[in-house]
């Protein structure tokens, strides 16, 4: 481990066991700062971005319109879908169980919605689908009464 690296854990542990004394410090940072910190965020707009954009990625799921603090597996190199194998230009993270938002997949966006249907139980309506789809395939004009909606 480098001089660095021990730097950077002392600090960690000194924030951490200073929890109250490190925030006030901060926020005295930023408000004697305030010029410095702007000026700084004007020149690394898409430095600050992309940081917060991975942040969010790991860190932050959005369920039902509220934003949950949780850390998520690691994003797909190359932007692969998990479920399909496809590279997608936007993955969107899949998790099936708000008491542990954790677990989950990286899909894009049709598995996620397919992921979603298949979650809500809506599987019934799925096979029923692909049954009826044989029949009118098949008899166009005979539909069972009992696979009708």
């Known amino acids: 481990m480098g001089n660095s690296e021990r730097k950077k854990e002392a600090t960690r542990r000194w924030q951490r066991r200073h929890r109250e ?3 006030i410090y901060a926020r005295r940072y930023r408000e ?3 010029d410095k910190i702007q000026a700084y965020r ?11 954009r991975d942040y969010n990625r790991k ?9 949950i603090r949780v850390r998520k597996r690691e994003y797909p190199e190359g ?8 590279v997608s230009q936007r993955l969107e993270y899949h ?9 989950g997949l990286w899909l894009c966006p049709p598995c996620h919605k397919a992921a979603d249907v ?10 029923k689908y ?10 166009p004009d005979v539909v069972p009464a009992s696979l009708l909606p």
């Open 42 to 52: 004007a020149a690394n707009k898409d430095r600050i971005r992309v940081r917060s």
């Open 130 to 139: 692909y049954q009826l789809k044989k029949i009118v395939e098949g008899k």
């Open 21 to 23: 004394e490190a925030r």
């Open 118 to 127: 298949f979650e809500r139980g809506s599987i019934d309506k799925l096979d």
């Open 32 to 34: 004697e700062n305030k």
């Open 59 to 67: 860190n932050i799921l959005t369920t039902g319109g509220k934003h």
């Open 79 to 86: 932007n692969v879908c998990e479920l399909c194998n496809e």
């Open 95 to 103: 998790h099936w169980s708000d008491e542990a938002p954790q677990f």
